[in-house]
């Protein structure tokens, strides 16, 4: 896998996953976030700037047989945990096309 078809996987099941209702944003994991905040330091001296945060933060990709895909969402009030990360899960998959892959969704909050 070249690391181009990696980031092409992991930006359309970041952009599938944020089209399903409910889902607020991407979590980034903690590694996401240290590195946006030495990045942010870096660039400008200051901490990170919440607009600038990688869309695609909260997703990671593996290949294997079948490929794996961790995305951690925050859902939006109102909405059912289970319904959400189902809707997810599927939108996720189907992003893969004919590709096996093992999607977990994980619900970090909610807002």
């Known amino acids: ?3 181009d078809e990696r980031e092409q996987r992991v930006a359309a099941a970041a952009a599938a996953a944020l089209q399903v209702q409910g889902v607020a944003f991407l ?3 903690l590694a996401g976030r240290l590195r946006a905040s030495a990045s942010a330091l870096a660039r400008t001296g200051r901490g990170p700037d919440r607009r600038r945060t990688d869309p695609a933060a909260g997703v990671r990709v593996r290949q294997g047989t079948p490929w794996t895909a ?3 969402i925050v859902l939006q009030r109102g ?3 289970l ?3 189902r809707a997810v899960r599927s ?4 992003s893969f096309g004919e590709t096996p892959v093992r999607v977990t ?3 970090s909050g909610m807002v």
């Open 70 to 72: 961790e995305v951690h």
């Open 1 to 3: 896998m070249t690391g």
């Open 91 to 94: 939108a996720v998959a189907d």
């Open 27 to 29: 979590k980034p994991g």
């Open 105 to 107: 969704v994980t619900v």
């Open 83 to 85: 319904d959400v990360t």
């Open 79 to 81: 909405h059912r945990a």
